[in-house]
């Protein structure tokens, strides 16, 4: 038991959003990681929390709890924080924690631009922790398949256009008072919450190739405290052969996370990207060399449903990938990953250019 | 035998486009017509297409063939032209065929301008014979079905968003010398021969409700003479809750033919919209109250495909319809029908204004 102790990655979570229950339950089912702690700023919420989820340590007992998230931060045993905090407290937090030498998960958006995350990745950099931001679906091992046919040039052929879309139908209580449409608190609306995922999308597809420029279209809605609730936008890179990318992220249509990527000679589309159906396993659709058949009567091809089986939750791989750097750097092998800190500066970075494409009255802003 | 052939509704195909091919089997197809006569601008060549193709009329004999386009437009016994010209002659024979009192079946784009779609419109109600465009795709029992689901507002909700795609990866040959990239004949390029589609499909779902403007986005991929291969623009609809669209059209992409409808309460996803996969049944997926289920780890639904049986092809459904309006004209219980051409209109309208968004540096340009 000792030995497995010493062996997990000890994590605490910091605050008790909705969706630090489903990492919780992720640090469970990652084979690498244990939760430690969680932190509230009362006790008893903490205590609440741990109970009704029935938070318990790689001892069975129930976790430790702290009213206070600068407790969680001095407990020597928690070696990464989990931190699903509203994002206008990620850069004070997060430097703080890295400070303290606690690895950081840090829920997205990161921050509320990009020299705030900067302030972050130099915290995580100088403390030599490791830094990730909570994107799940790149941890998916559909994510990898995918990847692997995009990337496949000869097959694949050139990029020529990305599509993507998050959105969901929030309800009046959540437009009314939810913390994501609160400039207090997140005011990057369903720009930071949603369009997170098409921007890291669109430059994974490419392989983080910042576009040239980025521009918002005309149809951004904002609440009466100038909050996005839905907004679209387009990514151009200008040399040719030429790409481009749209995404459209909404709090007010039903539910959706389509991404199509259109090659030259094939095209992936996936109606499920952020959140997958089902937990076992996920799939997409492959089309590959299409044409009309003779007559333009149908088609020559149908796509192919490619299925790829998870044996953990997305979240669960995430988890794991992370512990995983930590336990590198704890044996001293290895100095935190570049990889992810860089994946979340880039998408922060656009991020920011449609927020100020949508400020300056959708003018184009280069990169 | 005498019978029918006073019930069926005779047509002439004027030019021996491949697209001609289609539909000379799709009037064969339809009940109420029968293939009379094909005229191309050489004898020889319509009777090489009319052999090679099998084309036979009513009594099973080779149809008439003609040397010229006159030629067939004087025939007293031909009610209806099917006419897919290129583009820039479509102006002057169509205009002439409605003067010889022949109902018009136009291929698309139905012209290069609005000003001459304007000026075979009036010629056609002049002299009261119908006028249809050939987009095929309005005519499948499948796009009624979808029509009724996305027109019931009460389940649906709002329509937020449509997006949509119409795209082929033309080979070197017709990026040399097909004449949908030639200025002289189809100077609209892919903007007019797949755009043409989906500023159709955006246009009906939203009831034909033009859009406040229109905007191309800035990444028109245009060949030596200036012709657009490839192109992304969007709609915008000002009024609240508003609508927005966004359509890309390019010879440069791997075929795609995707349609995706997004309300507040449902949404409807199809790849195969221009021409189905097959030709007996189609389909569409519905996604309809889908939402995230507890810890957000999966959807409480997923996509319901809604299969439609069709007992004829699309563009024998579209003849079909074409004739019945005819049939009405000719017993002289109706007018010609104002809907098809209007809707043909509002479609050259909005394709004209995407068309001077490129030309204009991409500003918005209202309609």
Redesign the interface.
């Given at each position: 038991m000792e030995e497995k102790q010493t062996t997990l990655v000890r994590f605490g979570i910091m605050g008790c959003a909705?969706?630090a229950?489903?990492i919780s339950?992720a640090i469970k089912l990652a084979p690498n990681s244990t939760l430690h702690a969680i932190a509230s700023r009362s006790l008893e919420k903490a205590e609440a929390f741990a109970t009704q989820n029935e938070l318990l340590d790689e001892q069975a007992k129930l976790i430790k709890t702290y009213g206070s998230y600068i407790e969680l931060l001095d407990d020597q045993e928690v070696d990464a924080i989990y931190m699903p905090l509203p994002t206008s407290l990620h850069v004070e937090w997060a430097v703080l924690a890295a400070s303290k030498k606690k690895h950081l998960l840090l829920e997205k958006p990161t921050a509320l631009n990009l020299a705030q995350l900067d302030q972050i990745l130099e915290a995580c950099q100088v403390n030599g922790v490791q830094f990730m931001d909570g994107s799940m679906w790149y941890h998916h091992p559909r994510t990898a398949k995918m990847k692997q046919i995009i990337s496949n040039s000869a097959n694949f052929?050139h990029i020529?256009?990305i599509?993507c879309?998050s959105?969901?139908?929030a309800g009046s209580d959540f437009l009314n008072s939810n913390i994501r449409v609160d400039p207090e608190c997140d005011a990057l609306g369903a720009l930071g919450d949603l369009g997170w995922y098409c921007i890291g999308l669109i430059l994974w597809a490419v392989n983080y190739k910042l576009p040239n420029?980025v521009?918002a279209?005309?149809?951004v809605?904002l609440n009466s405290k100038g909050i996005i609730l839905?907004c679209?936008a387009?990514f151009?890179w200008e040399e040719e052969?030429?790409t481009?990318a749209?995404f459209?992220c909404?709090f007010?249509?039903?539910?959706?996370m389509?991404l199509?990527v259109?090659?030259?000679?094939?095209?992936v589309?996936v109606?499920?990207l952020a959140?997958?159906?089902?937990?076992k396993a996920a799939s997409f659709?492959l089309?590959s060399?299409?044409?009309?058949v003779n007559?333009?009567?149908?088609?020559n091809v149908?796509?192919e449903e490619v299925v790829v089986e998870s044996q953990l939750?997305q979240?669960a791989h995430m988890v794991q990938e992370f512990a995983r750097l930590i336990k590198g750097i704890k044996s001293c092998e290895k100095c935190p990953d570049k990889t992810w800190p860089e994946i979340s500066r880039k998408t922060q970075m656009v991020l920011d250019a449609v927020r100020e494409s949508v400020d300056r009255g959708y003018k184009?802003v280069y990169l």
């Open positions: 909705r969706i229950r489903k339950r052929g020529r256009k599509s879309t959105s969901f139908r420029f521009t279209l005309p149809e809605t839905a679209t387009s151009h052969p030429k481009s749209t459209y909404s007010l249509s039903h539910v959706s389509d199509t259109c090659g030259s000679i094939e095209s589309h109606n499920d959140i997958p159906y089902q937990e659709l089309t060399g299409a044409k009309c007559l333009q009567i149908g088609w149908e796509p939750p979240e184009p």
